[in-house]
């Protein structure tokens, strides 16, 4: 029997985030996202060295950092069923909204939120198939102007202007 280059259940890109707190972090996974907690172990004086939970059909790892080490926040893309619920859901759980769900020019519904951690997941679903000339097209037009320019200009960070998009 030939050993999988990649196990069974994972996908070929695991998003890996580096947490100040893991346990929060799982916690709040679990009650904006349905996660379900795969592995947590601790290691010497109580820091995560290792956890691992299931969004969808995707893993998600993390640990927590050194004291020592500068914040890093993970930013997440989900495609769910139902973008504006699981928006609701996210912010239920303790979540801040960065910007609400809005249909964007490719055919998504996007919004965003931050977690109490500071990482920062674009929840997502697609409610259209579009070909590439259509999308070129709704690039002019003003209501999905609008909407892109909405979703960029918010800020990802707390205090901090954000040129990130």
């Not at 080490?69 to 996210?90: K, N, S």
């Not at 259509?134 to 200009?153: H, I, N, W």
Request: glycine share 8%; net charge negative.
């Amino acid at each position: 029997m030939s050993v999988k280059p990649v196990p069974q259940g994972y996908n070929t890109v695991t998003p890996w985030i580096i947490s100040r707190d893991t346990v929060q972090l799982i916690d709040f996974m679990k009650r904006a996202f349905d996660a379900e907690e795969l592995a947590c172990l601790a290691g010497k004086g109580g820091s995560i060295e290792h956890a691992e939970v299931r969004i969808g059909d995707s893993v998600v790892m993390m640990f927590d950092a050194q004291p020592e080490w500068p914040p890093t926040p993970g930013f997440l893309r989900l495609y769910v069923e139902d973008a504006d619920a699981a928006h609701r859901q996210a912010v239920a759980a303790g979540g801040t909204s960065v910007t609400e769900v809005t249909l964007l020019f490719f055919g998504d519904q996007v919004g965003r939120v931050r977690d109490p951690l500071g990482n920062l997941y674009w929840i997502q679903t697609r409610v259209e198939d579009l070909s590439p000339q259509e999308m070129e097209r709704r690039l002019g037009d003003p209501e999905f102007t609008k909407a892109m320019e909405y979703v960029q200009s918010a800020d990802f960070f707390p205090g901090r202007a954000s040129d990130l998009h």
